[in-house]
């Protein structure tokens, strides 16, 4: 009997990676990127699994947001997109060893700077086009998860905060001072550092570089366009998640982490795809 499609593409990337093995290039920097950025988040998974269990953290993505999987699943598939090894380069054997230090290390910030140390060093040193370019585009712009998004928070938090704070009271039609916004009520709430939207503009960018990396979509000034639209739309929806808290102070745990806050964050996730596949066809269809 025949193969299904889903044999068959699981045979051809088994094939893939008979020819390719560990000893090509884009293969050993995905695997280290992979496993540090599962390292960096190595207390949400342990959190997870402390609350959930198990299989209720397996049902919650073991506390990674998904677009950080789909960030992974990508560098993965790309490293596996090739059908002739290339071998490491001069300087690569030090790089992957720094790598594979800074996991061992018991410090999520290590890890993530090894991903975004990764990415800098494939861009730097691969051809335009070939995967461990298109695996540096990833990993640079995981990074700004990863690693730009925290530090720009560590250094302008308050700055920031604050101006989440103002566009939520726009928004909700109610005040704000700095980043602690009234409910209608009249009691207050804090806008803290993981409801910035900065943290959501990151990962609109790490869904539009994953996705065109994934189906070889050229750079281009309108295609980076349609990652500016997304990160505004990304704001938006963080924006009016929290307006709704300020008019809603009784399902403020709802809207936080409840299901209310899933369906918020699995709405971001859509729009930012949609706007992301948007921007590829338009870029297909100008190629044509």
Request: charged share 10%; glycine share 8%.
């Amino acid at each position: 009997m025949a193969a299904s499609g889903a044999e068959t593409r699981l045979n051809g990337l088994g094939t893939r990676w008979q020819t390719l093995g560990l000893g090509d290039r884009a293969i050993c920097f995905a695997l280290l990127a992979v496993t540090a950025t599962l390292n960096s988040q190595a207390a949400d998974i342990v959190a997870s699994l402390y609350v959930h269990g198990a299989l209720g953290a397996i049902a919650s993505l073991l506390g990674i947001n998904a677009i950080i999987w789909f960030a992974l699943f990508a560098v993965a598939r790309i490293a596996l997109d090739g059908d002739v090894a290339r071998p490491l380069q001069r300087g690569d054997a030090a790089v992957l060893t720094a790598m594979f230090l800074a996991v061992l290390l018991p410090f999520a910030a290590a890890s993530s700077l090894a991903v975004f140390a990764s990415g800098l060093w494939l861009w730097l040193t691969a051809d335009a086009g070939s995967r461990p370019r298109r695996m540096a585009i990833v990993l640079l712009a995981l990074s700004g998860t990863l690693v730009w998004g925290r530090v720009l928070l560590a250094l302008f938090g308050d700055q920031l905060l604050a101006i989440d704070g103002q566009f939520v009271a726009l928004i909700s039609g109610t005040q704000a001072t700095a980043n602690v916004v009234d409910f209608v009520d009249g009691t207050q709430f804090v806008i803290a550092s993981k409801c910035s939207s900065l943290h959501n503009m990151s990962l609109s960018f790490v869904i539009w570089a994953s996705l065109t990396q994934l189906l070889e979509v050229p750079m281009t000034r309108r295609l980076f366009g349609f990652a500016l639209f997304s990160a505004a739309m990304m704001v938006l929806i963080n924006g009016i998640r929290l307006a709704v808290m300020a008019h809603y102070p009784a399902q403020f745990d709802e809207l936080h982490y409840g299901l209310a806050a899933d369906l918020f964050s699995w709405t971001a996730l859509l729009i930012a795809m949609l706007i992301a596949m948007w921007g590829v066809y338009d870029a297909a269809h100008r190629r044509i």
